[in-house]
């Protein structure tokens, strides 16, 4: 495998992923305020970047609470625009949600609104505008939420990676290229500069003998990552929050965008010694992301205990034998086999559906901004199997809102928010319709999104 370093960056000064400070956000109630800020991404001797952040940090800082409790979030808006937060994962009341149109109104510049909601599942989650997205979080805008179980912890560190990535020129500026049509055609905005919690890493301080929890957010615009970290093996405890059984992935960790993984790392290797954490998620293109960085000190001897997963999230299990089936069709793209099935008149009408910008369909539909009417009404209580086709030729990671549900065609049927598509890949997921308002459901490629790949479901 040959390695190279993505983007500028070779030289880059060593550097630790800075550990961010978390924030109880129950107690008083936290303070979040999205604004242009100045931070350093790619290192020291390179200039400092403009960008959007949550206050004034790359990513915002990691929000924490106790599952069940309830948290308080006061938004302000110092953006430009008009925009929102939405808590990516959280099964919340609806007007919680923060899809402009959609649940509340967008909060427009120099506005704030008030976040207030109980978090019943524990779990990695995320939070990040949902307002010209593509822009928002390709500028910088985006967290991590972590609910804390009740019981003893899983590992003795618990430390969060957000991976993502930026567009950069030279000089270390964000190229303003947002809403580009061959990015939104093809595998979105990918950048050229990866970050890991918003600084081109060098190394993670691990010392032998520690168990280490690591929770693995990709919020990233259109980036994949597969992760595999050289000498060790980490454990997969919980996907998109979830708790799965706890089980090795020597193939990689495959995080799509709005994807997250939680996995044990058990700090086997020598003292002194460094191990590279790498991405080949892209054939040709494969990079070290950062080293495991090991201290000197002799540390303790590796745990022999195995690895557990917290509990189970309080989910309903969906009735899968009198479950409703409905069709769920991605379309649309560069090189579709749509397009390649078609007539000389459906192939016309296609042409002309992509040159107004609606690049890709759900069931057909091209959806460009978020208020519209549901694709699906579903009944309350009622359990549901969608079928989901992926009738294109390229990769989407499909996120819906307020629930969590099954992937049926996935080993141990994780339950996920989020679920990556191979190119033409079918796939089931089953989930109980139990969170009644309009949820969104769309790619989370964000450039796939905003050019049609995104539809409502109602839950009456
Ligand atoms: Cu991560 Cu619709 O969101
Ligand atoms: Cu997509």
Redesign the pocket.
């Known amino acids: 495998m040959r390695l190279r370093r993505r983007g500028f960056l070779a030289g880059a000064a060593a550097l630790a992923a800075a550990p961010l400070l978390p924030a109880r956000a129950q107690d008083a109630g936290v303070r979040l305020a999205a604004a242009p800020a100045k931070v350093n991404l790619v290192g020291a001797g390179y200039p400092d970047t403009e960008v959007w952040a949550f206050n004034g940090s790359v990513p915002g800082q990691v929000l924490r609470a106790r599952q069940g409790e309830v948290l308080r979030v006061q938004y302000e808006n110092r953006l430009p625009g008009p925009s929102t937060v939405?808590w990516?994962g959280i099964r919340l009341p609806n007007a919680m949600d923060g899809v402009p149109g959609l649940t509340q109104p967008p909060v427009p510049p120099g506005g704030d609104f008030q976040y207030e909601f109980r978090v019943p599942d524990a779990g990695t989650y995320w939070y990040?505008p949902?307002a010209r997205s593509s822009e928002e979080l390709g500028r910088g805008l985006y967290g991590a939420l972590v609910v804390d179980e009740p019981g003893a912890p899983v590992a003795d560190r618990d430390a969060v990676w957000v991976l993502s990535d930026f567009r950069l020129d030279r000089e270390a500026r964000i190229t303003p290229d947002f809403g580009h049509m061959r990015d939104a055609s093809h595998d979105g905005r990918v950048g050229n500069t990866v970050a890991v919690n918003g600084r081109v890493a060098e190394g993670f301080a691990v010392r032998r003998g520690e168990r280490v929890r690591l929770r693995l957010v990709n919020a990233a615009n259109a980036r994949m990552f597969r992760l595999r970290f050289e000498g060790h093996s980490p454990v997969v405890i919980a996907l998109d929050g979830h708790p799965v059984e706890p089980h090795a992935v020597p193939q990689g960790i495959v995080l799509g965008p709005?994807m997250r993984a939680d996995v044990v790392l058990d700090a086997t290797g020598e003292p002194g010694s460094r191990h590279r954490v790498v991405d080949d998620w892209y054939r040709d293109a494969a990079y070290r992301l950062l080293d495991l960085a090991y201290d000197a000190a002799p540390g303790g001897a590796p745990s022999q205990a195995p690895v557990r997963a917290p509990d189970a999230n309080p989910l309903a299990e969906p009735d899968l034998a009198r479950a409703e089936r409905l069709p769920l069709v991605l379309g649309g793209g560069a090189m579709s086999p749509e397009l390649q099935r078609a007539t000389p008149e459906e192939r016309s009408r296609i042409a002309a559906r992509m040159r107004g910008g609606g690049m890709w369909t759900l069931n057909g539909h091209a959806m460009r901004g978020h208020v519209h009417a549901p694709l699906f009404t579903l009944r309350r209580g009622r359990s549901y199997v969608f079928e989901v086709v992926n009738d294109t030729a390229w990769h989407h990671p499909l996120?819906l809102?307020g629930v969590a549900f099954r992937v049926l065609s996935a080993p141990m049927r994780p339950w996920r928010d989020t679920v990556l598509l191979a190119p033409r890949e079918r796939l089931e997921i089953a989930f109980v319709a139990d969170n009644p308002g309009d949820w969104?459901i769309?790619c989370?490629i964000l450039e796939h999104q905003d050019a049609g790949m995104m539809a409502s479901m109602r839950i009456d």
Do not use: A, E, I
């Open positions: 939405h990516h990040h949902h709005g996120h809102h969104m769309h989370h």
